[in-house]
């Protein structure tokens, strides 16, 4: 499961760098707002996302259970788990286990790879970061109502919405992975408890890694 997820974790990724060359280096080019996605395919579920200050604060849950069939062996996983990040201080928290880890992003200084870019070279440039993937930009289509843009990368095509990705359709390996918005708010109030932990969890310090 970890190889998938994994996978299209840097699917993800790469479809992020993507909006970035868009605008400043934010997580989102939204200020705040609500997603909630249905998953389907090897993994069902329910992922949900609540953000503010263009997703330098952020809330993710996830529950879900995964089944994938690899060289004649069945994988299967349940997760119920949830993600802050607020500024540089994240915590993940495993809801099956009740444990917590609580660590700090790298600093970094955010990036605005097309500061001094025009028009035309900003659009050359994600044009570029397409094409070293092996993608293609296709034409634009509506989505819940909102006109999106549409990339294909790496086996999986994703519609995007101001440099949020509303719909992704994936099979990677063998493994069929989607994620589709069914409620979409943007620029709405979230509250500040959004972004601060649980309570009731303790917390270690360390890693989370995908």
Known sequence: MKTKTTIFANLLLLLSLWAYSQDDANRY?????????????????????WWDNYGDK????????????????V???EEHSIHI???YIYWHIDLLE???IKGTEEYYEPV????????EEKKQFEENILTAFGGERLPP?????????VLQVMGA??????????KTTANLMGVEINETTVKFDENMKILDSKFIPPADIEFSEGMYEN
Do not use: A, P, R
Not at 29 to 49: D, N, Q, R
Not at 112 to 119: G, H, K, P, S, V
């Open 85 to 87: 990040t607020n500024g």
């Open 98 to 100: 009740g444990t917590g």
């Open 29 to 49: 080019l939204v200020k705040s707002g609500y997603i909630e996605y249905e998953l389907t395919g090897s993994t069902k579920g329910l992922k949900k996302i």
């Open 75 to 77: 994988q299967k996983e």
């Open 141 to 149: 289509e509506k989505f819940l109502g909102y006109t999106c843009e």
């Open 157 to 166: 095509k994703s519609w995007i919405y101001k440099g949020i990705i509303l």
């Open 112 to 119: 605005d790879f097309t500061e001094n870019m025009t028009d």
């Open 58 to 73: 952020e809330h993710i849950e996830i529950k879900s259970s995964s089944e994938v069939k690899l060289l004649g062996m």
